[in-house]
């Protein structure tokens, strides 16, 4: 059985967030959830993403090029093992079974506290984990 | 343009492990009311695959992976007249091409809209294959430049292969279609150049192959 989520373990992160004001905001509620985050860029790019080896990676889905669950199926292409979190204003329960259809193993609601987005986060890394379909 | 016939309750099952991922499906199902999901499974290999007389199986190809024939395959024994899609996150000609390879019906990126998705799975169900137009648009793009620069045969570079294949010189060959000797070898050295080829006699093999001459 997959080991829970251990708060201790490193979590290299990788942001996708064209709307740069957003940033602060993410690497700083990413750090309360104890993930690192070790690249941040505006679109998906697949090949830096692969190298990149994240355990974790948030896409901004409502501004990304070419829509969302586009940008989260060449991020779960790119990352098969990395738990996805899809960052979105909509509360549309159509947007959010497509984001999960296309890959994204949770949304992080844009309204959300950096401390409910910490737990979300978390809770979310424990499932996949348990689950066991991330990189253990 | 897709097709769709409206009036009929199009019966879907669902392969799916993920319960999550399942329940997206039938969300987004849902927004067509003619599309009825009659059964949610795990694998192919659930006997209730042959049981429901489905119209529409869908398969998730990246969970199933290099399983994707084997159940493909599975899918026809046990469902004979049921069409069979294949979803994906994946947007290269070389998925696409092993899913159609293995007989599948239809190969969709996970990426759709909910009316998009359904105008698809019912435009399946009444006989069309769907192939993502994304992929298949660059593929015969690709294809098309292809031939342009080395492969297929201009029609009178056809009608200058039947002839060799006949035993015609260049002299005899611009005798009959009208053209000097000169310009029969330019068109013969490109033929040997498309079709990769060095000696009149693999011409003539190529003529046979190719059903230009019997």
Partial sequence: MAPAYDERSVVRTYVIEPQTTFVPFLERALGEAGLDVVAVSAGVDSERIALAKPDAVVVDVDFVE?????????????????????????????FSAICTIAGTDALIAKSSGAGEFAATVRRTLAARRRTGRSRE | MLASSPSKTLRLIV???????????????????????????????????????????????????????????????????????????????????????????????????????CAILRSVASGY?????????????????????????????????????????????GARLSLSEKTVKNHVSHIFTKLKISARSHVAVYAIRSGLVS
Avoid: W
């Fill in chain 2, 15 to 117: 392969v799916q492990p993920e319960q999550r991922v399942a329940e997206a499906l039938a969300m987004v199902v849902s927004h067509d009311p003619a599309i009825h999901i009659v059964e949610t499974v795990n694998d192919v290999d659930d006997a209730r695959l042959g049981a429901n007389h489905a119209d529409l199986i869908l398969l998730d190809g990246d969970e199933l992976g290099s399983a994707l024939e084997r159940a493909i395959a599975t899918c026809e024994r046990a469902a004979p007249l049921a069409r069979v899609c294949v979803l994906s996150i994946r947007s290269r000609a070389d998925d696409l091409r092993r899913a159609l390879a293995a007989r599948a019906d239809a190969y969709i990126v996970k990426d759709f809209t909910p009316v998009a998705f």
């Fill in chain 1, 66 to 94: 070419k829509g969302g669950p586009n940008a989260l199926c060449q991020v779960r292409a790119a990352a098969p093992h990395a738990t996805i979190l899809a960052y979105t204003a909509s509360d549309d329960a159509a």
């Fill in chain 2, 129 to 173: 294959y769907y192939a993502d137009p994304r992929i298949a648009g660059a593929m015969l793009r690709r294809r098309s430049m292809r031939s342009a620069v080395t492969g297929e045969l201009s029609g009178r570079e056809n009608e200058i292969v039947r002839l060799i294949a006949a035993g015609l010189s260049n002299r005899d060959i």
